[in-house]
T-cell receptor, first 111, second 114 residues
């Protein structure tokens, strides 16, 4: 099993550009989520989904959009990138009431 | 709301020495508790979890953590560390219903010196 796969691994954007971070899981997990990791701040929840067609905001949702059209995929969209969005982004999935499985992350730099 | 405080941002120790990584949490309701480990340039991996039952939980690689409800702590310990334990360690809490919406601490970077 591939587990949780994130693409790309690295990305550099200019301020104002848009992009989509991809996340796919092959474990048929209902729950998927996106976190950002910043030095000294741990991981903070951006958006999450409890199943296809259902999404909700986490702690830091501003500037990000998500959708969940299938169980497997949970892309994160930046509509107009800002330097404050420079971070490492992690996607995670799990069955309900079970620990999260994390992807290897996408390192994003916005100049 | 829940919060997690990891009391040390960096912990340097010598190989084969014992180590304790401290974690305190705040919550008005019962929670699950987790320790995750992040090796360089990788995602987070579950190290151990406390859901219910025995307050002392152990991992397969020699770490253990004890849930202390009165002190709202979940400190991570290992009696003898190895170079391969060098990583960043994150403590996290999750509600019993909706445990996946984890709140993480700031992380503790464990550095093992030979």
């Amino acid at each position: 099993n591939a587990g949780v796969t994130q693409t790309p691994k690295f990305q550099v954007l200019k301020t104002g550009q848009s992009m989509t971070l991809q996340c796919a899981q092959d474990m048929n997990h209902e729950y998927m989520s996106w976190y950002r990791q910043d030095p000294g701040m741990g991981l903070r929840l951006i958006h999450y989904s409890v199943g296809a067609g259902i999404t909700d905001q986490g702690e830091v949702p501003n500037g990000y959009n998500v959708s969940r059209s299938t169980t497997e995929d949970f892309p994160l969209r930046l509509l107009s990138a800002a330097p404050s969005q420079t971070s490492v982004y992690f996607c995670a999935s799990s069955p309900f009431d079970s620990p999260l499985h994390f992807g290897n992350g996408t390192r994003l730099t916005v100049t | 709301a829940q919060s997690v405080t990891q009391l040390d941002s960096q912990v340097p120790v010598f190989e084969e020495a014992p180590v304790e990584l401290r974690c305190n949490y705040s919550s008005s309701v019962s929670v699950y508790l987790f320790w995750y480990v992040q090796y360089p340039n990788q995602g987070l991996q579950l190290l151990l979890k406390y859901l219910s039952g025995s307050t002392l939980v152990e991992s397969i690689n020699g770490f253990e953590a004890e849930f202390n409800k009165s002190q709202t702590s979940f400190h991570l310990r290992k009696p003898s560390v190895h170079i391969s334990d060098t990583a960043e360690y994150f403590c996290a809490v999750g509600l019993i219903q909706g445990a996946q919406k984890l709140v993480f601490g700031q992380g503790t970077r464990l550095t093992i010196n030979p």
